[in-house]
Nanobody, 114 residues
Framework: VQLQASGGGLVQAGGSLRLSCAAS????????MGWYRQAPGKQRELVAD???????NYADSVKGRFTISRDNAKNTVYLQMNSLKPEDTAAYYC?????????WGQGTLVTVSS
């Protein structure tokens, strides 16, 4: 399974970005898709994830600002990020958990200027 993320970039505080991550390869059954982020000098943390049935889960720091969604037909997960803050600056990694294996994308950089 390979994950290809896109959509990162530089944005001013208060702006928006949309991340996409397409999974290729064979994944059978239900699997979780999500986004993690890692800022310089900090540990990687969960941003949001979503079940095959579409139930989302968010970190408290992004609730009300970020929206995760997925298209099961395309094996793609999205992260709509609104009202971005400088503290959202990080490398964002998409993640798939098949409950047997874990897969990570290559990371896409999001930089929010104040």
């Amino acid at each position: 399974v390979q994950l290809q993320a896109s959509g990162g970039g530089l944005v001013q505080a208060g702006g928006s970005l949309r991340l996409s991550c397409a999974a290729s390869g064979t994944m059978r059954g239900r699997y979780m898709m999500g986004w993690y982020r890692q800022a310089p000098g900090k540990q990687r943390e969960l941003v949001a994830d979503i079940t095959s049935g579409g139930s989302p889960n968010y970190a408290d720091s992004v609730k009300g600002r970020f929206t995760i969604s997925r298209d099961n037909a395309k094996n793609t997960v999205y992260l709509q990020m609104n009202s971005l803050k400088p503290e959202d600056t990080a490398a964002y990694y998409c993640h798939v958990d098949t409950y047997v294996d874990n897969y990570w994308g290559q990371g896409t950089l999001v930089t929010v200027s104040s």
